[in-house]
């Protein structure tokens, strides 16, 4: 595992810039990575996000694609 990719500084983005560049990106060209817990993603989750508990996160991280840009929440 490349534990430096999650040492590595990242730029937050606020809601109107994550809603932007989740408009000029289509929905298989970035990865919109959901790490809440699976109830609080049944309740209400951005469609198309990717749901993987932080607990989880490196166990699973092979599952995502380093070549995509990936928004977190």
Same mark, same amino acid.
């Given at each position: 595992?490349?534990?430096?990719?999650? =040492?590595?500084? /990242?730029? +937050?983005?606020?809601?109107?810039?994550?809603?932007?560049?989740? +408009?000029?990106?289509?929905?298989?060209?970035?990865?919109? !990575?959901? /790490? %809440?817990?699976?109830?609080?993603?049944?309740? +209400?989750?951005?469609?198309?996000? /990717? =749901?993987?508990? !932080?607990?989880? =996160? +490196?166990? %699973?991280?092979?599952? !995502?694609?380093?070549?995509?840009?990936? =928004?977190?929440?």
């Amino acid at each position: 595992m490349k534990w430096m990719q999650f =040492l590595t500084p /990242v730029k +937050s983005k606020n809601f109107n810039e994550t809603k932007q560049m989740i +408009s000029d990106h289509d929905p298989d060209e970035i990865t919109i !990575l959901d /790490v %809440r817990q699976p109830g609080e993603y049944k309740d +209400s989750h951005i469609p198309g996000a /990717v =749901l993987i508990p !932080l607990a989880e =996160l +490196s166990d %699973r991280a092979a599952e !995502l694609d380093p070549e995509k840009p990936t =928004l977190v929440y």
